[in-house]
Every structure is written in C-alpha cells, then in structure tokens.
C-alpha cells in the first residue's frame, strides 16, 4: 500500500522527469477523467451504496458521477482561455516594457476527501488542480472503504501513476497525509478537524484550501409563499439525508409560526429521505445532539433511515450550536430580519444562507449584514453543481475557491513576466542622481 511521503515522493520524481503536463495533455486527461467516470457510474454508485448501506443511486450519479465529469469536459474545453496570460498595463515612466501574469502549476497537490460524497469530493478538486497542470495525491475517507478501492482505480486507468496517487488508510495515515509538504493541500471536512490539518500543514508553510461546515441557515421573511418555501427546504434537507456542509442546517422564520411551517412540511409530501444515516457512529452522534429537544418527525423511523424531523429546542441548546449533518431540521421563530441577522452574526460563518420571499431592500440587508460563502434565493443546495460558480467558505466555513476558473486560480502559481525595453524615462532617476534630478524628483512627487 503507498503511503502519503511515497506518493509524494513517486510524483514529485515524475515532475522532475517530465516536468508539468502541457495545456493539450492536459485536456488528455481530463477528458480521460471524464469517460472512466461515465463508464464507471453504475459501479460508483453500487460501491457507495454498499458503504453507506443504503444510498440512493439517483443522488450518486447525479451528485456525484455526473457533477465530476461534466466539470472535467468542461474544464477541458474551456483550459486554453483560463490559461492564457494575462496583459497588465505598464506606467508611462517605463515603456516600452511588456508585462503580464502567466499561471504556473503549483506542483504535486494533496487531497484529502470525507466521506459524506466520497467521490465528488476527492475527484471534484482533482479535476481543478489537473486544468492547473499539477499532479495530484488523493486520500479518501476510511469510511466508505469500497469507494476508496474503486477511486484508486479510475485514477489509475484513467490518469496513471506518473499523474495521480490514491492513499488507502485510517486516521494515522490521515494525519501522516496532512504533515507532508505538498505543494497545495486541500481538505474537506469539519472544523474541528480542519483547525488540526492546518496546524500540520503550517511547519512546512503549504497552502491550503479548507471546505468545512456551519450551520447554513434558511431565512424564510413575510414574502415567503410558505408551502414553496418548506418544500424547498425539505429538498435540500432530504439529499443524502442531510448530510451535506451545505444543507440547510436551521429554519429561521419571520413572519410566519412554527406551526404554520410544519403544517407546510406535512403538506409538501416529503418524508423520508432515500439515503440512510451512514453508520450507527454517525446515527449515535445526532441522537446524543438531539437528547432534550422536541422533536417532530415527518415519517417513521427504520434503523438508520432517519425520517425529516423538526425539532424545536431552548436557544441553548447543543442543536443551536453543532452542525447538525442530519435529517434534522431545528425551526426558530424570530421577531423580525434584524433578530435573524443577530441569528446568524452570533455563530461562525456558513457556507450559505438560503433566503426566501426576500424583498429587494432585504436582499441588500441581508448581503450588508453577513458573511458567507454564498446566498441563495428560494432553493437550496443546488448551487454546488454549477460548475463555473466558485465555491467555499468564509472564517470558520473555510476559505479558498473551487470549480472552474477559480479552482484553476487556485491550484496556480501567478507569476509576473515582464520584458524591459532598451531605455525609458525611469532611467533618469538611475543612481548615482545629480542635483537637478533630485529637484526634477521632488517636483514630481509633490
């Protein structure tokens, strides 16, 4: 088995043999990316299946097969353009002189990915970093050990061991991972967490990129046509039964009563989400979260397929201060837009706050008024999957940017280029300076 200093090193060897993939063999690769997914959706799917024991194989292939490859193709087609340098105007004191910004890979990235989208998330970022033209290492969660094995092997066929590596392993090979000195590395998973992957990464000063969590509030205001705005919450709850960073973690609502909300949660037909809980560790952790809140359940529950369940708890209570990463759904009545921006302020920063019947004159408070990695009007969650929209966190959410364009930014060493002509007017400020262009210098200061 490779371990994260033998990935390293074997890649970092391939680098210094062949240096950086070039723009055409690296849309190559993408696209090679691309069609192994497509030609390994059903066994994706059936792995994380197995590994969760019971995960919906629509939720899968289109969050997580299809999101992957369409990003891939896309980033294939769209490379020449990211990539071009970029002219940057040059003073006149200095013409003639060419200058521009040129986007250089980093090197060898590592990826370390959770398991709630096992492949999405170790593949999502890997796609970023190969547009950027860097070889990458990838070590997926533990937990969903057969999508681990299969991972391994699409990148295999699809990229080969001179471009990627997959390390297999538990929380000491995690660590190991996060102590060594990659050129970029990227992590996703709680903040807790994250707090201790940066501490590894800073005695070797790697860069990072932390996708974490938060507690993504819906803010449903008067406008809000209630029975549209539960079901759209209930949506974006129900995917992989709510264990997603950017579910909406806390019901936030103005105007309208609990009561009223869970009337339109019983009325919307959602119940059940189709994925389970992914193992009792994970079903023990919301239980003991919930011990002492009243919970109001929207089905029965079998196991670890957990119903969508409203819960309603004192402003103290854990479930007001934890990521949930569940089904379950807490609901605050508040008084007005300025109670819910107190809401918000008074916890870390969410990857995104979702907002419903918001006016224009509330629209612009709640932009002036928080903080986030993104707000998102009348559905939730969707957004990830548009691959051209930047997505991360903000303070304790995470920081950096992925898909697209700005993941190629990110995973890209922006060097200056600058071509000086044979002589210019700066040249008559070249020491050793007289006394006339010491007075011409002061002139043109003042």
Partial sequence: MTGPAQALAALRAAEARDGAPSIAARRTLLRALAATLIRQADAVAAAIDADYGGRSAEETLLAEVKLVADSARRAARLLPRWAKPRRQPVPFPFWPTRACEEFVPKGVIGIMAPWNYPLLLALQPAVDALAAGNRIAVKPAEATPRTTTLIGAILAEALGPDIARCVEGGPQVAADFAAQPWDHLVFTGSTAVGRRVMQAAAPGLVPLTLELGGKCPALVLPGADLATAARAILVGKAVNAGQTCIAPDTVL??????????????????????????????????????????????????????????????????????????????????????????????????????????????????????????IVEERCVEYAAFPGLAFGGSGASGFGRRNGEAGFREFSLTRARVGHGRWSLSRLFDPPRSDKTRAMLRRIVR
């Fill in 253 to 374: 609502l103005v105007g309208h009563s609990r009561d009223a909300f869970a009337a339109a949660c019983r009325a919307s037909g959602l119940s059940q989400p189709e994925t389970v809980v992914v193992n009792e560790a994970q079903a023990a952790r919301l239980t003991a979260l919930c011990a002492g809140a009243t919970l109001d359940p929207l089905g029965p529950q079998e196991r670890r397929r957990w119903p969508l369940t409203l819960a309603e708890a004192p402003p103290d209570h854990p479930i007001h201060q934890a990521e949930i990463f569940g089904p379950i759904l807490p609901v605050v009545a508040l008084e007005g837009l300025a109670a819910a921006l107190g809401w918000i302020g008074a916890r870390p920063r969410p990857l995104a706050i979702y907002l419903f019947g918001a006016n224009a004159a509330e629209r612009a408070q709640v932009a002036a008024g928080t903080r986030s990695g993104a």
